[in-house]
């Protein structure tokens, strides 16, 4: 079992930074690719970004390449999402996400692909 406590969010200006970080509990996190996803209310859960086993690969949505960058502290059993240039449109509760698979040869970009999800923190950024 893991467990992933997300920590990080808060209240924002258009323009802001925040640095999202997920905790993860399980002696075993180098061997978890992971991956961050968002809803906003009255949408679907989104991806935002996902990182390999070794934090080689990366993968970012359309909307975050270039503002948001996914990192991972092996060490610490934390990965992180370093937010810039945020915009209200990023007005969301984040997710951190823990998957079996490596993120080599895939993105990780789909919900289905992760096996443990974090409670979620919110994100607001105000206009």
């Known amino acids: 079992q893991v467990q992933l406590v997300e920590s990080g969010g808060g209240l924002v200006q258009a323009g802001g930074s925040l640095r999202l970080s997920c905790a993860a509990s399980v002696r075993t996190f180098s061997s978890y690719g992971m991956g961050w996803f968002r809803q906003a209310p009255g949408k679907e859960r989104e991806f935002v970004a996902a990182i390999g086993w070794s934090a080689g690969s990366t993968y970012y949505a359309d909307s975050a390449e270039g503002r948001f960058t996914i990192s991972r502290d092996n060490a610490k059993n934390t990965v992180y999402l370093q937010m810039n240039s945020l915009k209200p449109e990023d007005t969301a509760a984040y997710y951190c996400?823990?998957?079996?698979?490596?993120?080599?040869?895939?993105?990780?970009?789909?919900?289905?692909?992760?096996?443990?999800w974090g409670q979620g923190t919110q994100v607001t950024v105000s206009s």
């Open positions: 996400a823990a998957s079996p698979l490596s993120f080599a040869t895939n993105s990780g970009q789909y919900s289905g692909q992760y096996v443990y």
